[in-house]
């Protein structure tokens, strides 16, 4: 399958199908998300309305408008200003959940939330031009700082109070968030922010000894003990590589060399069978869990057509059109697989709606 084929099939499945479901179906009357659809496509209620899904598809919409759907903007503009209405904290931080009137239920300021608060907003300021998202960013990073810092070890707490593991995948979204702030409204805040991630994937997330990114550590950032201290998450390998790129593009350079190893190390260890990426291996490269994530395979898609092998990336893109994406209603998902290719799902998550963006994004800017 040529590019162009691929780009048409894509444009179709985003365009036609997909987006329009998810900004009926998929939103109340009020403008906020619904978690998760069942695979009819209706809306499913009575869960947690969680912040890091409602900034997740914030920018969803606003990446579809940019790419010219403009039925996203409504979208986008309605469940932004839901999300800026009754999701923040006094303290300018943000909590974790809501229900489904809108009411909190879950105050806690999670790390992996505010990343994904300071990403939507990033994209609403650079698609709707949002005169909020600005000033709104700098208070929630400030507030991140002022609240959530480790001024001892480096980073920033996974929530308040303080909770172990500690994990790079909130790190790795709060650096996703600060270049695409620092992208579009460059600041002191967010460029230094980001160094302070990117210092610690260097003297801790990136395992030197076995060329690989670890997943959990404790508070000072030592490997975690036990098994947890072993998982390697091949989709994380590919995430990391594509954001080490854009931070080279915006002058924070010189990591390559760990990119092109994380890059080999995903794709010798962490792709199984049928071409899909798996869910974990160790850190010599056995796999632990060969299971597959959707959102393992987005990342994949996205980071080898940066690094040139655009035909890998068409063939994957079409095994997960026969995979993940092989649903009687179209516009869903199946987002897990077990080893031996079984669905494990029994609804349909809208937290992966933001990972087949940014790789369907990057398929269909990308030159043909």
Not at 320 to 344: E, R, V
Not at 358 to 366: G, K
Request: hydrophobic share 45%.
């Amino acid at each position: 399958m040529t590019l162009s084929t691929m780009q048409n099939r894509v444009r179709d499945w985003l365009f036609g199908q997909t987006l329009p479901l998810w900004a009926s179906a998929g939103v109340d009357a009020e403008g906020r998300f619904f978690e998760k659809l069942d695979f009819d496509g209706r809306p499913i209620t009575g869960r947690p309305r969680r912040t890091r899904v409602q900034a997740r598809q914030v920018y969803v919409f606003c990446e579809a408008a940019s790419l010219g759907w403009t039925d996203g903007e409504a979208v986008a503009r309605r469940a932004l200003d839901v999300l800026i209405r009754d999701y923040g904290r006094e303290d300018k931080l943000w909590v974790r959940a809501t229900d489904d009137a809108g009411a909190v239920i879950d105050a806690t300021p999670d790390l992996y939330d505010l990343a994904f608060v300071l990403f939507a907003l990033a994209a609403a300021h650079r698609v709707l031009q949002d005169d909020r998202a600005w000033p709104l960013a700098l208070a929630t990073l400030g507030a991140i700082e002022a609240q959530m810092a480790d001024p001892v070890h480096g980073g920033w707490q996974e929530a308040l109070p303080p909770v172990l593991p500690r994990r790079q995948n909130p790190h790795m979204h709060m650096l996703e968030a600060l270049l695409a702030w620092q992208a579009v409204a460059p600041d002191p805040a967010f460029e230094a922010a980001a160094r302070r991630v990117l210092d610690l994937f260097n003297r801790r997330f990136f395992d030197r000894e076995h060329l690989m990114l670890g997943e959990f550590f404790t508070t000072d950032w030592a490997i975690a003990p036990g098994a947890a201290g072993q998982v390697i998450e091949p989709g994380h390998h590919m995430e990391w590589i594509w954001l080490l790129d854009q931070a080279r593009r915006l002058g924070l350079d010189g990591h390559e060399r760990q990119a092109q190893a994380l890059f080999a190390s995903a794709l010798t260890n962490g792709v199984g069978a049928r071409g899909l990426m798996v869910r974990e291996i160790d850190r010599i490269g056995v796999v632990r869990d060969g299971g597959a994530r959707l959102w393992g395979q987005t990342e994949a898609i996205r980071t080898l057509l940066l690094r040139g092998q655009t035909d890998r990336a068409l063939a994957l893109t079409e095994t997960l059109f026969a995979t993940h994406l092989a649903t009687a209603a179209p516009g869903l998902w199946i987002d897990s697989f077990d080893a031996a290719g079984a669905p494990q799902d029994t609804d349909v998550p809208a937290s992966s709606l933001y990972h087949l963006m940014t790789a369907f994004s990057a398929l269909l800017t990308e030159p043909a």
